[in-house]
């Protein structure tokens, strides 16, 4: 097949918003209208918690706008999914929810993982940047040096991480989530066997995002770099936070429009632009059991509901993948 017709046939493919995420012994599947979760407890059982749904982009014009319907998603999919995942924890582990909660400690565990991710993934790159290489006022090379610091402690975070028993478990509901969604993609009648025969790796996952994000803000943080030198003269760790950080969402807008591209779009520049996304999900995601597949089926056809059976048979793009 010709890479123009390959083009044309993905062209012609109605677009659907369907992804989600995996949870704790589950997966949650977000469509229009709706997103739902199922979790096997203990037991065996699959409990399912569906919820109706409306995007802040549904409900404005503004947030359907390019870039900002990225930082849009990003703060709806996260809030999403901190519920989901307390809510898959409370099934998962019983004996663990039954325990009195303490806001309090929620609260500082969410802190500090917050000044983590923020010194692990921001302040640790630049300080480490600014003091082994001596590019300080060169805002492209100390960003391309400073992004490949970055870049390196995020994939040594997913293959450490990736070691630990209960996050094997995770990356493979991530795996079926995937299978899940790609076998909806294709018009195949959805069910376990189908699934199975469907690779783990997705062009629109979380994963391949947070790789994008990566690189633009290699791209962002270089041309703010520039700025603040032309109106102040000079620049060093302190500033370069203070303006580095508040821009964090309008680079995950950004990363948002080339996903959507890249995903979409068969030229050489797109399908290098993709390969690292895929390749990291050789680490995010893993082959997955019948009974977690069937545990992310059930999700998915909850949260379609009756409107299921209308939209098996036809071939998607699905624009959100977990």
């Not at 390019?66 to 099934?91: C, F, H, N, V």
């Not at 994939?155 to 991530?174: A, G, W």
Request: positive net charge; hydrophobic residues 50%; glycine residues 6%.
């Amino acid at each position: 097949m010709s890479i123009f017709k390959t083009i044309l046939l993905s062209i012609m493919k109605p677009t659907i918003l369907v992804g989600g995420q995996a949870v704790i012994e589950g997966v949650m599947m977000r469509v229009p209208g709706a997103y739902a979760t199922a979790v096997r407890d203990p037991n065996g059982k699959i409990h399912v918690d569906k919820k109706k749904y409306s995007s802040i982009g549904e409900r404005s014009a503004l947030w359907r706008k390019p870039i900002l319907r990225g930082m849009a998603g990003l703060y709806e999919s996260m809030k999403m999914g901190m519920e989901t995942l307390q809510w898959s924890a409370d099934i998962a582990m019983p004996t663990e929810s039954n325990k009195p909660k303490n806001k309090f400690a929620d609260l500082l565990s969410s802190l500090f993982a917050i000044v983590l991710a923020i010194s692990l993934f921001m302040i640790a790159p630049m300080w480490l940047t600014t003091n082994l290489l001596d590019v300080e006022k060169e805002a492209v090379l100390f960003n391309i040096a400073s992004g490949f610091f970055r870049i390196t402690f995020f994939i040594i975070y997913l293959f450490l991480i990736s070691r630990m028993n209960d996050v094997k478990r995770l990356f493979q509901y991530h795996g079926a989530e995937h299978r899940v969604v790609y076998n909806f993609e294709s018009g195949k009648k959805i069910s376990i066997i189908n699934a199975q025969n469907f690779p783990t790796q997705h062009p629109r996952c979380g994963t391949s995002f947070m790789f994008i994000v990566l690189l633009s803000a290699i791209i962002v943080f270089s041309i703010i770099d520039s700025m603040i030198m032309i109106f102040t003269g000079h620049i060093n760790l302190i500033s370069r936070l203070l303006f580095h950080l508040p821009m964090i969402p309008f680079v995950a807008g950004i990363s948002y429009e080339l996903i959507k591209i890249s995903s979409r779009n068969e030229n050489l520049f797109f399908r290098i632009l993709r390969k690292p996304g895929l390749w990291l999900q050789n680490i995010t995601t893993k082959k997955p059991e019948d009974e977690m597949v069937e545990v992310a089926i059930t999700a998915l056809e909850k949260a379609f509901g009756k409107k299921l059976d209308s939209m098996t048979g036809k071939q998607y793009v699905a624009e959100a993948v977990g």
